[in-house]
């Protein structure tokens, strides 16, 4: 079964599932050089591919919940020089202590960073959306908890923007048990925290990402919930709420401290936002969709698809459409395009990555594997070439689990060839188990 398959169709989302196949964390923490690669690597990259997931020591539970552990590879002259994966030592590692203090405040140290890891004025982070993010180095040795300095006293989501045209980084916290439920935060260029700004929810909602565009940050309040029984069960503490509704907050980024507009939409839940520009009056806002999540537990019944939201900030209207039925999920774009129309996402499929046009809503397949072994990608990272932005100019890499051999591939696709065969597939020394996100940090 693939990866979009099982996180999607049938399985619970709690439970000894996330032990058995490529969900099963690895022992070991490996350090291998000299990669055997089958193709030819182009020689233009030279940099590290690091992607972040849960690897799990002991027990069950939610596979939200594991250790985080980061999968990295490092390119350069044409060869793969080293793989390594490495847990992210938090403070919690080695001693867990709770998240949340007896009087209901957090302790942002606990975490597990298991999420995603981003590159931002020269510092490398590991990320949860519960706790504060975590320092690392590229050869992936765990730093420490990084607070900027003091002043980010907040979680940091996983799903941080990187403004293309200021290098600004803009984020937001949440998980407070008493209000503000959700504060947005940004920091400049060279990493300095200068705004901070709560936004006004009605309850602790699990707000996972967000959209940004060249003149407006846009907020997702959507009805999964703090459920406090399904937090006493000791499982995934939030839940769908019908009455709860649906809506999106806009701020304008020049004045972040003004009135949000809030415009509602139909009930529904988004993990991942694939872009967001604008036109005018106009936002247009794409994301993978799911029609209800966790109405009942933490599991991953419906299919998520690709869903285009336009925002008419004269009219006070939202108009909402659907792009296509395929079911996918860990949408990326060439990054030089992010709060720009980008033409192209790449999101994984079953057993396949699907590359959409976001105009046509036409999509192309790379499928891994064969109808008796099929292959389980991962989420694919663009990675350009030199020169002016061409989103086929450039190359996607993605982890990709043989099941035939149980084992897992760095695999590299030419952009200007999407459902043509790699250009390079770097064989890793070890299975790397389905994960979340991750990043290509140039040298």
Known sequence: MTEIETEQRNLPGEGDFFRTGNYAPVPAELTEFDLPVHGAIPPELDGWYLRNGPNPRAGTGHWFTGDGMIHGVRIEGGCAAWYRNRWVRTDSFDDPFPLYNGDGTRNLHSSVANTHVVNHAG??????????????????????????????????????????????????????????????????????????????????????????????????????????????????????????????????????????????????????????????????????????????GADFGPQAVMWT??????????????????????????????TLP?????????????????????????????????????????????????????????YVYDSARDGSDLVILDASDFSGPPVARIALPQRVPYGFHGNWIPA
Not at 310 to 333: H, K, M, N, W, Y
């Open 309 to 338: 939201y336009q925002i008419d900030l004269r009219r006070g209207t939202v108009t909402e459409s659907q792009l296509d039925d395929r079911a996918v999920e860990f949408p990326r774009i060439d990054d030089r395009l992010a």
């Open 123 to 296: 510092r490398t982070l590991a990320l949860v959306e519960s706790s504060l993010p975590y320092e690392i180095t590229n050869d992936l040795e765990t730093i420490g908890a990084y607070d900027f300095d003091g002043k980010l006293v907040d979680a940091m989501t996983a799903h941080p923007k990187i403004c293309p045209s200021t290098g600004e980084l803009h984020f937001f916290g949440y998980g407070n048990l008493f209000e503000p439920y959700v504060t947005y935060h940004r920091a400049d260029a060279s990493g300095a925290l200068v705004v901070d700004r709560p936004l006004d929810v009605p309850a602790l909602t699990m707000m996972h990402d967000f959209a940004l565009t060249a003149n407006h940050v846009v907020f997702m309040d959507l009805p999964i919930v703090f459920n406090a029984e399904a937090a006493m069960s000791g499982g995934m503490p939030f839940r769908w709420d019908d009455d709860y509704g649906a809506r999106f907050g806009v701020m304008r980024r020049d004045d972040p401290f003004a009135e949000v507009r809030w415009f509602d939409i139909d009930p529904c839940y988004i993990f991942h936002v694939v872009n967001a520009h604008e036109s005018g009056d106009v936002l247009t806002v794409q994301a993978v969709r799911y029609p209800e999540l966790w109405r009942r």
């Open 342 to 398: 980008a033409r192209y996402s790449v999101s994984v499929g079953q057993a396949s990555l699907v590359r959409h046009d976001l105009v046509t809503g036409a999509a192309v397949e790379h499928t891994f594997g064969t109808a008796a072994s099929p292959g389980g990608p991962g989420e694919a990272v663009f990675v350009p070439s030199s020169g002016p932005a061409d989103e086929t100019s450039g190359w996607y890499l993605a």
